[in-house]
Nanobody, 121 residues
Framework: QVQLVESGGGLVQAGGSLRLSCAAS????????MAWFRQAPGKDHEFVAA????????NYQDSVKGRFTISRDNAKNTVYLQMNSLKPEDTAVYYC??????????????WGQGTQVTVSS
């Protein structure tokens, strides 16, 4: 079992930056790939970024490539999502997840409660 708690969300103007954090507790954090997903009002849950258990591999949704960076610190049991050049269409609840490395929700067994990111135009 892994418990995940996200933080770092908030309100930011378009073009601004935020860094999300996801702190894990419970099972061995370094055993899991980690990912960020998001869900905007009225839209489906969508993949944002993933990182392998070692941090050697990362994958991003096309719309965030070059703007978002996922990273992890296994010593601190924490995964991060640095978000730069934010756009209003990035507004969503952001969730971190732990599982196997992939871009599909079903590949992740554990989920946090989510943190709201709102980007104003």
């Amino acid at each position: 079992q892994v418990q995940l708690v996200e933080s770092g969300g908030g309100l930011v103007q378009a073009g601004g930056s935020l860094r999300l954090s996801c702190a894990a507790s419970g099972d061995t954090f370094s055993s899991y790939a980690m990912a960020w997903f998001r869900q905007a009002p009225g839209k489906d849950h969508e993949f944002v970024a993933a990182i392998s258990w070692s941090g050697d591999s990362t994958n991003y949704q096309d719309s965030v490539k070059g703007r978002f960076t996922i990273s992890r610190d296994n010593a601190k049991n924490t995964v991060y999502l640095q978000m730069n050049s934010l756009k209003p269409e990035d507004t969503a609840v952001y969730y971190c997840a732990a599982g196997i490395y992939g871009s599909w929700s079903y590949e992740y067994d554990y989920w946090g409660q989510g943190t709201q990111v709102t980007v104003s135009s």
